[in-house]
């Protein structure tokens, strides 16, 4: 796809947010950090360096040093190995007073969180900062980049379509080869497969790669993640997939429900029920609601139906570059209840619904916020599809 991003517009948005919280220097750990102002896949531990007044550069490991090099728009990209005097942080530290820095507002990104492969800076890689920049004051800056990403560009929109395409082409490939008697491995690799023939550079993520379940492993209560395994596909299962390709660092997460066969009465309820709810959550994505709205919503949709006490209580994350797969979650918190949505913002609609003994759906959509409501960048229904067998 012959599209450009605007990487200086980017890093401009970035030094609007550090104006904002008057920070001199970014310190950026994260995956989502590292590769939003890289524009580069960089999956081992690195530090981007941003100053307000200009300054730009990479950390990166030496034995990815030369490729990330060549595939980011950056200018200076510094190699670090774990070795005395070469380690990541000696050369952050040297860089900060070599800018003269040391004295300054600096931001870090500390926090926490349940996924794994976040990239927010350690315990240990602070007290490492505090002990080499002793006048330095030190600035929790996690939302520099939130912020900085929160609303994307035409282009970047372009390149999640691009990668939801991949997912609709995988889901399609594998509705046309399910059948009884396959694992749920099998699945997997059979829509892996067709991501890679299309281009998807990496399975993203941190729930195990592709997702895949059948049967009761569907019905686990308040269940998300589903590594696929051998278990056989039996007629009568539910099957859900689960893809997360990625394109020129830009992700998506797409799933899609199927029945090996006619479900039967109480599976026909629930998918019934999953639909009304994921059509009203798709809807209510839409430009001037805050989080706290569409999550009330879905919330008495779910309860309408009576179906709430079998939902996860959360309906949606965000999306965009690698690790941007947070900001803002469709969560009812004082954290991001009153968060409003912009046009432009991208949000993963979620829905996972979980009634043991009948079975479990779930819905990942990536959905642009429209000032009339959601737009989903995936073709890929929000029904159920009944496989005749």
């Known amino acids: 796809m012959n599209v450009a991003i605007d990487c200086a517009k980017r890093i401009g948005r970035i030094r609007e947010q550090m104006e904002r919280i008057d920070i001199d220097l970014l310190i950026g750990t994260r995956i989502v950090s590292v590769t939003f102002a890289s524009g580069a896949f960089v999956p081992w531990r690195a ?28 200018d200076r990209v510094t190699a670090y190995a774990p070795v005395p005097g070469m380690d990541m942080l000696d050369i952050v530290l040297r860089q900060i007073k070599a800018g003269r ?50 609303v994307k560009d035409p282009e970047e929109i372009a390149m999640m379509r691009q990668a939801a395409a991949m997912a609709d082409s995988a889901i399609a490939r594998v509705g046309e080869s399910l059948e009884g008697g396959m694992t749920e491995a099998e699945v997997a690799g059979i829509g892996e497969m067709e ?31 589903t590594q696929p ?43 019934d029920a999953y639909l009304r709810a994921a059509e009203t959550l798709v809807a209510r994505l839409k430009a001037g609601s805050t989080v706290g709205q569409v999550w009330q919503a879905v919330h008495d949709n779910l309860t309408k139906s009576g179906y709430i006490q079998y939902a996860v209580p959360f309906f949606g994350h965000g999306l965009g570059v690698l690790g941007y797969e947070w900001y803002p979650p469709i969560a009812n918190s004082d954290e991001y209840r009153g968060v409003i949505l912009e046009e432009n913002v991208v949000e993963v609609g979620f829905l996972s619904i979980t009634v043991p003994g009948v079975g479990g759906l779930r819905l990942e959509c990536p959905v642009r916020v429209t000032p009339s409501g959601g737009e989903p960048l995936a073709s890929t229904p929000l029904a159920v599809t009944v496989l005749d067998l």
């Open 229 to 271: 395994t051998d278990k056989i596909l039996q007629p009568g299962d539910p099957v859900l997939v689960d893809f997360h390709p990625l394109y020129r660092t830009f992700t998506s997460d797409v799933s899609h429900n199927f029945f090996l066969g006619k479900p039967n009465r109480e599976q026909q309820k629930l998918a």
């Open 47 to 74: 530090a981007v360096l941003i100053s307000r007044d200009g300054d730009l550069e990479l950390i990166n490991f030496l034995i990815d040093h030369e490729r990330v090099k060549a595939e980011s728009w950056l």
């Open 101 to 150: 820095w040391d004295k300054g507002r600096i931001g870090v990104e500390l926090g926490h969180s349940p996924r794994g492969n976040t990239g927010y800076l350690t315990s240990t890689e602070f007290d490492l900062l505090k002990a080499g920049l002793p006048e330095a004051t030190f600035v929790n800056a996690v939302a520099v980049i939130d912020r900085a990403g929160y």
């Open 195 to 225: 991501l890679r023939r299309l281009g998807s550079e990496y399975h993203w993520a941190v729930t195990g790669s592709t997702e895949a379940a059948s049967g009761y492993r569907t019905a686990y209560p308040m269940c998300g993640t």
